[in-house]
């Protein structure tokens, strides 16, 4: 089993910045695939961002340039987000999967942390 644990969320003004963090536990492996994801209310889960286990990254249209995917070591997965807008509003996810590939849909990814909320004010 692995275990997820998502931090760093918060209110933040249009603009500014924040970074994400998520921390693995349990029986993980070097050769995981990484990602990040969010939703808001009503509507699914979307890819935001994602790391193969080679170090290859992936980024959504919608946040691409201005956000950065790195982790420390193969415990720890950060999402470093900067000129935030009030559309980036969501709880933010990551998500962990046995996998040599980075998908972009939620249904490829076994391990789930709780979520955190990022809320950009206008």
């Known amino acids: 089993q692995v275990q997820l644990v998502e931090s760093g969320g918060g209110l933040v003004q249009a603009g500014g910045s924040l970074r994400l963090s998520c921390v693995a536990s349990g029986r993980i492996s070097s050769r995981d695939s990484m990602a990040w994801f969010r939703q808001v209310p009503g509507k699914d889960r979307e890819f935001v961002a994602g790391m193969a286990w080679g170090g290859a990254t992936y980024y959504s249209s919608s946040v691409k340039g201005r956000v950065n995917i790195t982790r420390e070591g193969i415990k720890i997965m950060y999402l470093q987000m900067s000129s935030l807008k009030p559309e980036d509003t969501a709880v933010y996810y990551c998500?962990?999967?046995?996998?040599?590939?980075?998908?972009?849909?939620?249904?490829?990814?076994?391990?789930w942390g709780q979520g955190t909320q990022v809320t950009v004010s206008s």
């Open positions: 998500a962990r999967a046995p996998s040599a590939i980075v998908y972009d849909t939620p249904a490829r990814y076994r391990y």
